[in-house]
């Protein structure tokens, strides 16, 4: 890899994508493969991004009963009574695992239908995509240049859809990019290959997190740790 592809730990952020209920019900015609290996390693990998006081964006789909904001491919399937990413059902909630510690946050689709970020602690926010990639239709990359973030490190449950269309926009606007394989859903060996060639850096979740350094306490550098 040059250097012009090289991650900076000090100018990344960690981007989760749908990383919602519908992923994970047992009835759910979306359930992810792979959930029971990937939930626990997507957790460790998330709480340790908080406790390196690394950015933090959750991007997820919502979906309106009428289907007017929905993908082509699944809006006539919304419009026949797919219920999946409904705003206030609890299938479009962020999953337990990751929620803030001590907290159960629910998602406000009033702030996100109006392209706003919902805090939901430091460092930490939602936003909602209207379609695949997380830049799409979104100010995700205004937010990202304001942090001076450069470096991205993504995680998912749909790396067929989100996942990758992220990984496409994000290179195309000359972010760095870092994939997460063991806090992926649905991602083939042939498809990370691929990314490898596309100049993506592969790295396993505490491969990342030891990248990061070393988890901060109250702002300072964790001397227990």
């Not at 992810?32 to 789909?61: C, F, K, N």
């Amino acid at each position: 890899m040059t250097e012009y592809l090289r991650p900076q730990k000090d100018h990344a952020a960690l981007i989760t994508l749908s990383i919602q209920r519908d992923y994970i019900l047992p009835s759910s015609p979306i359930r992810a493969s792979g959930l029971s290996r990937v939930i626990p390693t997507m957790t460790r990998l998330v709480q340790g991004v908080r406790e390196r006081d690394v950015p933090l964006y959750h991007s997820i789909r919502l979906y309106k009963p009428d289907g007017s904001n929905v993908d082509l491919c699944r809006r006539s399937a919304v419009e026949e009574g797919l219920r999946i990413f409904m705003p206030g059902s609890l299938g479009a909630e962020l999953v337990d695992e990751i929620q803030p510690e001590g907290e159960e946050v629910r998602i406000n689709p009033d702030i996100l239908f109006d392209g706003k970020f919902q805090e939901i602690g430091p460092d930490e926010s939602i936003f909602y995509r209207p379609r695949w990639g997380a830049f799409h239709g979104t100010s995700l990359e205004q937010e990202l240049r304001s942090r001076g973030v450069d470096s991205l490190i993504l995680c998912g449950f749909s790396f067929n859809t989100a996942t990758r269309a992220t990984i496409y926009e994000a290179s195309a606007r000359d972010f760095k990019v870092v994939v997460v394989p063991d806090a992926l859903c649905n991602a083939s060996e042939q498809g990370l290959e691929e990314l490898g060639r596309m100049g993506v850096y592969l790295m396993e979740a505490d491969e990342v997190l030891s990248w990061l350094g070393t988890p901060k306490q109250n702002g300072k550098e964790d001397k227990a740790a």
